[in-house]
C-alpha cells in the first residue's frame, strides 16, 4: 500500500510506486494483472482515508492551542520541504521526458486534468450561494490538483489499459503540478473572493517548488537510498495526518462545525459523484473521437480523472490561511474515496471483456 491509495495488490512484474510519484526507472514491461476486488471489498473505504478521519476527529477533541500553534506551524512548514524534497528523489524526469514520443496521449491527459476539469468545476457557480465558501474554493481545489500515480497505474493495469503511457502520463502531471496547480489556484480562488497573498506564493516557493528542485538535482546520489528504504511512505502519512490536524485544530477554533451541516455533506458527495462520473464520461468519449485505441482510452480515463489526496493536502496547507484548509480539503478526501471505489468497480469491469474488445494487441504487449 501507499501513501494515500487503497489499491488492488500490485502486478508482480510491475515495480512498486508512490503515490505521486514513479520509481527511478519508471518503465513497465509485461504485466501479470493482480487479483481484483470483489464484492464489499470495492466498498471498504480507504485505511489511508480511515486515519486521516481519525486525525479530524481527535482535532475536534483535542485542538492545538496556545505556544503549541507555534510549534506545530513550524513543524509543518519543515515536515511540508522534507515531503516535496523526497518527491523530486522519486520522480524520474528522464523517463518520463523519454516517454514523450506518445505525446498526442500525454497532451490529452494533461489538458482534462489542468483544462478540462477546472472549467467544468465553473460551473459550479451555482453553488456558492448554496455552499460555505470555504467548501466551494475545496471543490474548485479538487479541479486542479494533481492526478495521482499509484492508483492510475494500478486500475489501468486491472483494466489492461496502456500501463506504460499511464506512468509516463501520471508523472509528467506531477511533475507540472508543482507549477500549475499555485497558478490555477490563483485564478480560480480569486473568483470567489480569496485573494492568496504574495506571502503564500513565497512560501509555496519556498516550501514546495524549491526543495522539489533540490530533490532533482539531489536525485543521482539519492535515488537508491529513498527507494530502498520503502518505509518512507509512512513519513509521508505522519506528514500529511499532522497538516490535516493542524488545519481541523483551526477550523475548530473558528468553529468548523457549527458552519458545516450533515445537508451540506451530502451535497459535497453528489457533487463529487456527479463531477467524478462526468469525468469518467468525457475522457472515454473523447479519446474515442480522436481516434485512440481501446488500450488508450482507458489509461486516459484512468489518469484523466484521479485527483492526489497525498499532494492536495500539503500544497493546500502552505497555500491557504490554517482557518480554511480544514473546508477546502474536504471535498478532496470525498472525491478521493469515490473515485477508489468507482474506479475498482469500473477497473473490473473491462477486465472481464473478451480480448476482441481490446483490440489486435495482446493483453500483456503493452507498449507505447
Known amino acids: 500500500m501507499t501513501t494515500s491509495e487503497n489499491t488492488p495488490p500490485q502486478p508482480t512484474n510491475v515495480p512498486k510506486f508512490n503515490d505521486t510519484m514513479p520509481t527511478p526507472t519508471g518503465s513497465v514491461s509485461k504485466t501479470t494483472l493482480p487479483p481484483k476486488k470483489v464484492g464489499w471489498q470495492k466498498f471498504r473505504p480507504d485505511t489511508f482515508l480511515l486515519l486521516i478521519l481519525a486525525t479530524a476527529a481527535l482535532a475536534t477533541v483535542l485542538p492545538v492551542t496556545g505556544v503549541g500553534i507555534t510549534v506545530v506551524t513550524w513543524a509543518q512548514k519543515i515536515a511540508v520541504a522534507i515531503l516535496f524534497f523526497?518527491?523530486?528523489?522519486?520522480?524520474?524526469?528522464?523517463?518520463?521526458?523519454?516517454?514523450?514520443?506518445?505525446?498526442?496521449?500525454?497532451?490529452?491527459?494533461?489538458?482534462?486534468?489542468?483544462?478540462?476539469?477546472?472549467?467544468?468545476?465553473?460551473?459550479?457557480?451555482?453553488?456558492?450561494?448554496?455552499?460555505?465558501?470555504?467548501?466551494?474554493?475545496g471543490l474548485l481545489w479538487v479541479a486542479i490538483v494533481p492526478g495521482?500515480?499509484?492508483?492510475?497505474?494500478?486500475?489501468?493495469?486491472?483494466?489492461?489499459?496502456?500501463?506504460?503511457?499511464?506512468?509516463?502520463?501520471s508523472s509528467i502531471s506531477n511533475l507540472l503540478g508543482v507549477l500549475f496547480t499555485p497558478l490555477l489556484a490563483m485564478a480560480l480562488m480569486s473568483t470567489t473572493g480569496l485573494h492568496i497573498s504574495a506571502s503564500s506564493i513565497i512560501d509555496i516557493a519556498a516550501q514546495v517548488l524549491a526543495p522539489f528542485i533540490v530533490g532533482q538535482l539531489l536525485r543521482p546520489w539519492c535515488a537508491e537510498f529513498v527507494t530502498?528504504?520503502?518505509?518512507?511512505?509512512?513519513?509521508?502519512?505522519?506528514?500529511?495526518?499532522?497538516?490535516?490536524?493542524?488545519a481541523f485544530s483551526a477550523g475548530?477554533?473558528?468553529?468548523?462545525?457549527?458552519?458545516?451541516?450533515?445537508?451540506?455533506?451530502?451535497?459535497?458527495?453528489?457533487?463529487?459523484?456527479?463531477?467524478?462520473?462526468?469525468?469518467?464520461?468525457l475522457t472515454w468519449f473523447v479519446a474515442g473521437k480522436l481516434g485512440?485505441?481501446?488500450?488508450?482510452?482507458?489509461?486516459i480515463q484512468f489518469c484523466g480523472t484521479k485527483k492526489s489526496l497525498t499532494t492536495g493536502v500539503p500544497m493546500a496547507?502552505?497555500?491557504?490561511?490554517?482557518?480554511?484548509?480544514?473546508?477546502?480539503?474536504?471535498?478532496?478526501?470525498?472525491?478521493?474515496?469515490?473515485q477508489i471505489m468507482a474506479s475498482s468497480m469500473l477497473a473490473s469491469?473491462?477486465?472481464?471483456?473478451?480480448?476482441?474488445w481490446f483490440g489486435d494487441a495482446s493483453v500483456n504487449d503493452i507498449t507505447y
Open 252 to 281: 475548530v477554533r473558528e468553529g468548523i462545525w457549527t458552519r458545516t451541516s450533515i445537508p451540506a455533506v451530502l451535497l459535497l458527495v453528489a457533487v463529487c459523484s456527479t463531477l467524478l462520473l462526468g469525468m469518467y464520461a
Open 349 to 356: 469491469r473491462y477486465a472481464k471483456e473478451p480480448i476482441e
Open 228 to 246: 530502498r528504504h520503502k518505509r518512507l511512505k509512512y513519513f509521508d502519512q505522519l506528514t500529511i495526518c499532522m497538516m490535516v490536524y493542524i
Open 317 to 338: 496547507a502552505v497555500l491557504f490561511p490554517a482557518t480554511s484548509v480544514g473546508f477546502i480539503v474536504l471535498p478532496l478526501m470525498i472525491y478521493h474515496q469515490l
Open 148 to 169: 495521482t500515480v499509484q492508483s492510475a497505474i494500478n486500475f489501468t493495469s486491472i483494466a489492461k489499459g496502456n500501463v506504460a503511457g499511464a506512468v509516463v502520463s
Open 86 to 137: 523526497l518527491y523530486g528523489v522519486r520522480i524520474d524526469r528522464a523517463s518520463a521526458l523519454a516517454g514523450l514520443r506518445h505525446w498526442r496521449l500525454h497532451v490529452l491527459i494533461l489538458g482534462f486534468t489542468y483544462i478540462i476539469f477546472p472549467l467544468l468545476a465553473l460551473t459550479l457557480v451555482v453553488l456558492r450561494g448554496t455552499l460555505d465558501p470555504d467548501l466551494y474554493r
Open 292 to 299: 485512440f485505441n481501446r488500450r488508450d482510452q482507458i489509461a
